[in-house]
């Protein structure tokens, strides 16, 4: 038993090393191919324009420490059984089937113990003078240098032939980065106005709808200029829910702007609040009014109140001006029953109340439509940020020195976005750094004002732009346009987004 | 005795019977192995080689070396099965007549069967139930042959005129097929010097039948590892042009393949070599030494074959160097 023990242990040694070596180069061949897979990965995201230079090294690493750690997986499933090792151990060191006959006879039960004795010792003096560590090639096969030369090879030519891809990967990317962010600044900007309990569900429905509308868009936007026209649009569907609104919030404004200037000697609390333009307490004012507990004092200073009120929004909010001009009224009769002038204050109430939640609404569409201007802001500011400005490439719109059918922008700087932008176009008298004729000296705008004022029909700007950026988008997607100049045609057409 | 002290004696007598044969037998040092390798392990030998070799010398001397009963049959084509076996005569016991048994010269240790091929399918067949069973039946009376017994043929080559092959069943109760070559100039020289002097070198006997019986069988007492076993398998199956994954000469000349008896005379000569080597377990090279002498006569040749001479070995050559170890 002490014999076999004996055995056992130097074949363990010798299996260490041998689980080394085979470790070793199962390992290499394993790195070499998982950097090959990552190479062909690449190749395939280089030919989408979806991989960057730092990803494209972090694959590289990722592929062979995948493959390394799978290969190692594999000797680990295939590891070799105790005759396995002892068959290549024996075959290493010409041992002629000495130890695993020993191993084998060890657990037989029918061989006399006379012979696995014998086999036993045999076996252990063949192995004494054996270094488990000899025998080892320790060399890399030519075939492996031959597939590490042509492996580092693809690397390296892959490497440099993505260089183009790369950067625009990298773009293309901060592009997403700048959209992700606006995407979380809507989403945050949706929460406020869901946790605004100013507004009814409904009106809550309302404002954010639109939003959530944009975010999505926003998600699967591709582009700078596709997530700029989702704000864009999103943001006149803002515009127009606040103007909707509008013009209730000024009548109210107007109501306690006429009350503020009054010089009442006493003013009720309704007053009060309305003069201090605080809405929502001059409605609970109203509504807090007994007809049957006021006295003539306050009577009078009420009535005189709705009164002004009334005259102050009877332009901006009739039918508020009437329900108020009706409980002022009540108030100064004498004759009036209690629940007749109960009825009337608490008309005037409820149209005050349904004119301060509009206008509570019209204030959250404005905020919103703020902050969808500021993200599309930012993200033309981006755009501008990202052009590659000083190398060579022109910017659509930027001055061009003294190129025939260059435009002269105010500044003479270049800032193609604030020169070309839409309401700047369409504004009258301004001038754009534009002029597609080729010719010099006049900007669009004032061609524009001159169609007008001629009398002549004109198509829209939306019209046109929308023929001109499928054209565009028609172009880059078949290629015609170069990679490089790519990112100018997309970022001209976004700042001319209406 | 203990079977180690058996073995040490095993070996110092197979060397011995080895040092006795070379001191007449000059250059066949091989050929010596394969017959010593065949006799420890039980089995018939079949020597072939064109006449004057030494066939025949070599067997008497082993006789001689090994203190066996020795008899040799001369094979004729006239030669009849009772010339070998022997057959019931009339005997006279004082005045009383009956039929005795008068054995051949099958009733030896070593026989040696000498052109085996010059007699003709019937009387070759007599040794069949002699070398399977190590007995005879004569007159329907069974009579058992004295261990050991063992076989040693000799054969000149088929193409040569008056000779009739072995049948296949005959052909596989021989353990090994040794083929005898012509030896080199030089042991030529010493074959020639040996032969033609006054004195004859007096070859001495080393091991009695008792002992070679013991030999053979403390030879079965080898151990194999299992993959030496699938290996001996593995070759036998890869000897049928049928089999899947056969090295492609099997596929092209061979009509038949090795029988089972290939593998047991291969393994049981690879034990009997193992040991002979110094070591108590079968080697891989101990397999691919023996595995020639045992297939060579069993592997059949198919028209193709024939017709281009092929040689067996070179069959059984790529078979040992196309099936490795799994």
């Not at chain 1, 939640?357 to 969808?372: G, P, T, V, Y």
Request: no cysteine.
């Amino acid at each position: 038993m002490k014999k076999y023990r004996i055995l056992l242990d130097r074949l363990k040694i010798w299996r260490r090393w041998d689980t080394l070596h085979r470790g070793l180069f199962f390992g290499l061949h394993g790195t070499l191919v998982g950097i090959f897979a990552s190479v062909i990965l690449a190749f395939f995201a280089i030919s989408t324009e979806s991989l960057q230079a730092a990803s494209y090294l972090r694959l590289l690493t990722l592929g062979g420490i995948i493959g390394f750690g799978i290969s190692l997986l594999l000797l680990w499933l295939k590891r070799p059984t105790l005759i396995q090792s002892a068959r290549r151990y024996e075959g290493q060191h010409k041992l002629k089937e000495r130890i695993s006959t020993a191993i084998e006879l060890h657990a037989e039960e029918n061989i006399p113990v006379e012979w696995q004795m014998m086999q036993l010792d045999d076996a252990l003096a063949s192995t004494a003078a054996i270094n488990p560590r000899s025998g080892f090639d320790w060399r890399i096969p030519k075939w492996d240098w031959g597939a590490l030369v042509v492996v580092t090879a693809l690397a390296v030519g892959t490497w440099f032939y993505g260089q183009g891809a790369f950067e625009q990967a990298f773009i293309h990317a901060q592009e997403q980065a700048q959209i992700a962010a606006q995407v979380n600044a809507l989403e945050e900007l949706v929460n406020e106005i869901e946790k605004n309990e100013t507004l009814s569900e409904a009106e809550r429905e309302q404002v954010i709808a639109p939003l959530q509308a944009a975010v999505e868009k926003l998600n699967q936007a591709e582009s700078m200029e596709e997530a700029v026209s989702i704000l864009a649009d999103a943001e006149r569907s803002m515009d127009a829910l606040s103007q909707a609104d509008a013009a209730a919030s000024q009548s109210l404004q107007e109501a306690g702007q006429k009350l503020a200037q009054a010089q009442a000697e006493e003013k009720t609390p309704f007053g009060e609040a309305l003069s201090n333009a605080q809405f929502q307490e001059a409605v609970d004012a109203l509504k807090e009014l007994s007809a049957n507990g006021m006295n003539e004092q306050i009577q009078a200073a009420l009535s005189e109140e709705l009164a002004q009120a009334a005259e102050a929004m009877q332009q901006s909010n009739p039918e508020m001006a009437e329900s108020l001009q009706e409980a002022a009224d009540a108030l100064q009769q004498e004759q009036m029953d209690a629940e007749q002038l109960q009825q009337a204050l608490e008309n005037a109430a409820e149209a005050m109340q349904q004119a301060n939640e509009q206008m509570e609404m019209s204030q959250a569409a404005e905020q919103s439509s703020d902050a969808l201007e500021s993200s599309r802001e930012s993200l033309m500011a981006s755009a501008n940020e990202g052009q590659p400005q000083g190398e060579g490439q022109p910017m659509v719109g930027e001055p061009q020195g003294e190129q025939p059918g260059s435009g002269s922008s105010e500044t003479g700087e270049g800032a193609p976005n604030a020169a070309n932008a839409p309401e700047r176009i369409e504004a009258e008298g301004e001038k754009a750094g534009l002029d597609p004729s080729g010719e010099s000296g006049r900007a669009l705008g004032e061609i524009a004002s001159q169609f007008e004022q001629s009398g002549e029909s004109i198509e829209s700007y939306e019209a046109f732009y929308t023929q001109y950026e499928t054209s565009a988008w028609e172009s880059l997607q078949s290629d015609a346009v170069p990679l490089a100049l790519r990112s100018v045609v997309r970022d001209y057409f976004s700042s001319l987004n209406p | 005795m203990t079977d180690k002290k058996i073995i040490d004696s095993y070996l110092e007598k197979a060397r011995a019977t080895e040092q006795e044969i070379q001191k007449v037998i000059v250059g066949q040092d091989e050929v010596i192995r394969h017959v010593l390798i065949a006799l420890f392990a039980g089995g018939h030998v079949l020597l072939e080689g064109v006449p004057g070799l030494g066939k025949t010398m070599l067997i008497r001397t082993l006789g001689q070396a090994l203190d066996l009963h020795f008899s040799r049959i001369q094979f004729t084509p006239d030669l009849m099965p009772a010339d070998i076996v022997g057959t019931d005569i009339l005997g006279d016991d004082h005045g009383k007549r009956s039929f005795e048994f008068q054995p051949g010269p099958i009733f030896a240790n070593l026989v040696l069967a000498d052109e085996i091929n010059r007699a003709p399918p019937k009387t070759q067949s007599a040794l069949l139930e002699a070398m399977q069973e190590h007995s005879v039946t004569v007159a329907k009376k069974t009579y058992q042959l004295d261990e050991p017994f063992f076989v040693m043929a000799t054969q000149n080559p088929l193409e040569m005129d008056g000779t009739y092959p072995l049948p296949e069943a005959q052909l596989d109760r021989f353990f090994f097929k040794v083929a005898v070559g012509f030896p080199s100039e030089t042991n030529l020289a010493d074959v020639l010097k040996l032969t033609t002097g006054g004195i004859m070198p007096e070859v001495n006997p080393v091991a009695t039948a008792a002992e070679v019986i013991e030999m053979s069988r403390i030879t079965r007492q080898v151990a194999l590892a299992s993959h030496i076993y699938e290996y001996v398998a593995r070759l036998v199956m890869h000897t049928h042009p049928d089999q899947e994954g056969i090295p492609p000469l099997v596929k092209k000349y061979v009509n038949y393949g090795a029988s089972p008896r290939a593998g047991q005379a291969i393994i049981l000569g690879a034990k009997v070599r193992a040991l002979l080597e110094g070591r108590f377990n079968v080697a891989v090279e101990d397999v691919k030494a023996v595995a020639p002498a045992a297939l060579r006569h069993r592997i059949l040749l198919n028209f193709e074959g024939l017709a281009e001479e092929v040689n067996p070995d070179t069959i059984i050559a790529e078979l040992l160097e196309k099936t490795g170890l799994e």
